[in-house]
């Protein structure tokens, strides 16, 4: 079985430009979450998606982020403009409908320069 | 939310058991107890979950007292693979529909395993 993976491993962009990550959640599983980890910081809670709807996003810093997860499957998460302080990594996980575990991808290394 | 505490860092020996403590004394009636596993360059993973008492898998052991205010990871016979950090979490974690719980992860403990 896939696990979860999220696309582009790395990215570099300058501050003001857009991003955008994409999560591929491991099929079938309803929940979606985001996190990320900023430098030498703990890892943040961002939101969460059971199938397409917005379940909780208390933890979305700003309206400069902007998560989807059109049809249930895949997320984006789109950074527009982005800021220095937004470098990190960002992590996607899913859940399955019944189960207990989240499942984490590997990660998404965000360098605002 | 309880709050967990736990060692920044340990050092153990390739083969030795290892056990990383965590405190979490304002747990909740139905908070469950759950530690992960994160590798660098890779997400968290789970490593085991309890209420109460003893659970053990195929890679770690979990121990939690009747009051359930600290828990304890044992890693037995640790390697160089084992290297990583471990972190504690607690939280209504453990209901089947997992609910609306988001775990929050503190800073956990760094594990290094020298040869």
């Known amino acids: 079985e896939a696990g979860v993976t999220q696309f582009p491993s790395h990215s570099v962009i300058e501050k003001g430009q857009t991003v955008t990550l994409r999560c591929d959640p491991i099929?079938?599983?309803?929940?979606l979450y985001w996190y990320r980890r900023v430098m030498g910081k703990e890892i943040k809670f961002l939101l969460h998606?059971?199938?397409?709807?917005?379940?909780?996003e208390s933890g979305m810093p700003n309206n400069r982020f902007l998560a989807e997860r059109t049809g249930g499957t895949y997320s984006t998460l789109k950074v527009q403009p982005a800021e220095l302080e937004d470098s990190g990594v960002y992590f996607c996980?899913?859940?399955?409908?019944?189960?207990?575990?989240?499942?984490f991808g590997p990660g998404t290394r965000l360098t605002v320069t | 939310l309880a709050k967990t505490t736990q060692p920044i860092s340990m050092d153990s020996y390739e083969g030795q058991e290892v056990n990383i403590t965590c405190s979490h004394n304002n747990i909740a009636t139905n908070d469950y107890i759950t530690w992960y596993q994160q590798f660098p360059s890779q997400g968290p993973r789970f490593i085991i979950q309890?209420?109460?008492t003893k659970v053990t898998n195929e890679v770690a052991s979990l121990f939690i007292p009747a009051d359930r205010k600290s828990s304890t990871l044992s890693l037995p016979r640790v390697s160089l693979s084992d290297t990583a950090v471990y972190y504690c979490?607690?939280?209504?974690?453990?209901?089947?529909?997992?609910?609306?719980?988001?775990?929050?992860f503190g800073r956990g403990t760094s594990l290094i395993v020298h040869p």
């Open positions: 099929s079938g599983h309803d929940n």
């Open positions: 309890g209420y109460k």
């Open positions: 998606f059971v199938k397409e709807s917005k379940q909780d």
């Open positions: 996980a899913s859940r399955g409908r019944d189960g207990y575990e989240q499942y």
């Open positions: 979490l607690v939280g209504e974690f453990g209901h089947a529909s997992g609910g609306s719980y988001i775990p929050t």
